[in-house]
């Protein structure tokens, strides 16, 4: 269980995994070029202890925060990392 995205921002790749961890949170990475640029952890204790729970309502909360991160992506609150005063970007 868990999502997996490509996506494109001003010419930038990123990768997006969500997925459960067995400490009852939800994990979403942000990879760009194989590193992980930003992390999003949030529990859902309280779910997996409700009479209400079902993987439906688990699955949808995953795929709630994995479109959340996503928006970050699109809207630039999620960017690459700041280069080193001096340095040059790759093929530049």
Same mark, same amino acid.
């Given at each position: 269980m868990g999502f997996n995205t490509e996506i494109e921002h001003n010419g930038v790749v990123f990768h997006v995994q969500t997925e459960p961890r067995k400490? @009852?949170?939800?994990?979403?990475?942000? %990879?760009?070029?194989? @590193?992980?640029?930003? =992390?999003?952890?949030?529990? %859902?204790?309280?779910?997996?202890? =409700?009479?209400? %729970? =079902?993987?439906?309502?688990?699955?949808?909360?995953?795929?709630?925060?994995?479109?959340?991160?996503i928006v970050q992506i699109r809207t630039g609150e999620i960017r690459p990392p700041e280069a080193p005063a001096g340095s040059t970007s790759p093929g530049a």
């Open positions: 400490d @009852a949170r939800i994990e979403t990475l942000v %990879y760009l070029r194989g @590193a992980i640029i930003h =992390s999003l952890k949030t529990s %859902y204790q309280e779910l997996l202890n =409700s009479s209400e %729970y =079902s993987d439906e309502k688990l699955t949808r909360l995953l795929k709630d925060q994995h479109q959340r991160v």
